[in-house]
């Protein structure tokens, strides 16, 4: 039985009140058709303790295949998301280049993919299919690729996840596919579902920006405050490093 026939039916990007961290602090996402509302401090409530809990979160794994950023970069969104997901495809196609572009290349800022798939066998297939293509360097290609306009309603069986391989140039279809289907991508793959259920993410995006929540496809000016709260909280003197 797979990771998601165990779980509650879940919701992309639908309104959500989900417990995160000891019952701290609350993600609230948007319904489908909604314009994503900015949220009035671009995070949760304050919550000290749940924060630093969802600090410890961030790997900060210098071979992680499934990131980008300096290792030591002062702060890192982690990003729970869904191939199936269509706010996952916005996120990924209008916001997350210009935080590349911004934060990324300047060391402020590091992002983690943690793959929750919550559509069914699709979803899960494309999850392990972006593992393996990261398996070979080819993850953010892969990523690109399979959030492209378009893309997802194509589905996600075996030979177009392949035909998604070579477009991000994956070198060694074979090894994609061994890999694709391997122990080793599913147990990757339960470890970043396990994560996300654990800390009460429901819904797809969901995100952690220096420990904070953030839910939906929130403007580009919201991520862009709370990764400046989140550089000042980490520069600040006394502030615990990772």
């Known amino acids: 039985m797979s990771s998601s026939s165990r779980k509650p039916l879940l919701i992309c990007a639908g309104v959500a009140l989900a417990s995160v961290a000891f019952g701290v602090v609350s993600w609230q996402a948007t319904a489908p058709g909604d314009t994503p509302a900015k949220p009035s401090s671009a995070s949760a409530p304050e919550a000290d303790a749940g924060t630093s809990e969802l600090l410890?979160?961030?790997?900060?794994?210098?071979?992680?295949?499934?990131?980008?950023?300096?290792?030591?970069?002062?702060?890192?969104?982690?990003?729970?998301?869904?191939?199936?997901?269509?706010?996952?495809?916005?996120?990924?196609?209008?916001?997350?280049?210009?935080?590349?572009?911004?934060?990324?290349?300047?060391?402020?800022?590091?992002?983690?993919?943690?793959?929750?798939?919550?559509?069914?066998?699709?979803?899960?297939?494309?999850?392990?299919?972006?593992?393996?293509?990261?398996?070979?360097?080819?993850?953010?290609?892969?990523?690109?690729?399979?959030?492209?306009?378009?893309?997802?309603?194509?589905?996600f069986g075996e030979a177009r996840l392949v035909e998604l391989a070579g477009q991000a140039g994956v070198p060694d279809l074979e090894r994609f596919k061994k890999d694709m289907a391997g122990e080793a991508a599913?147990?990757?793959?339960?470890?970043?579902?396990?994560?996300?259920?654990?800390?009460?993410?429901?819904?797809?995006?969901?995100?952690?920006?220096?420990?904070?929540?953030?839910?939906?496809a929130q403007p580009l000016d919201a991520f862009e405050s709370a990764i400046a709260d989140a550089k000042a909280s980490a520069e600040a003197p006394g502030a615990a490093k990772r």
């Open 56 to 155: 410890k979160l961030a790997r900060r794994e210098s071979g992680d295949k499934l990131a980008a950023g300096r290792a030591d970069a002062p702060v890192v969104l982690i990003e729970y998301s869904d191939f199936k997901c269509g706010y996952c495809g916005k996120f990924a196609r209008d916001t997350e280049p210009e935080l590349m572009k911004k934060y990324v290349e300047d060391g402020t800022l590091r992002i983690e993919w943690r793959n929750f798939p919550i559509f069914g066998a699709d979803s899960e297939a494309a999850a392990k299919a972006a593992w393996a293509a990261g398996q070979q360097d080819r993850f953010a290609a892969f990523h690109a690729a399979a959030y492209a306009e378009g893309s997802k309603e194509k589905g």
């Open 186 to 216: 599913a147990e990757a793959l339960r470890k970043d579902q396990e994560e996300g259920y654990r800390i009460g993410v429901s819904s797809t995006p969901s995100f952690l920006v220096g420990g904070r929540p953030i839910a939906g």
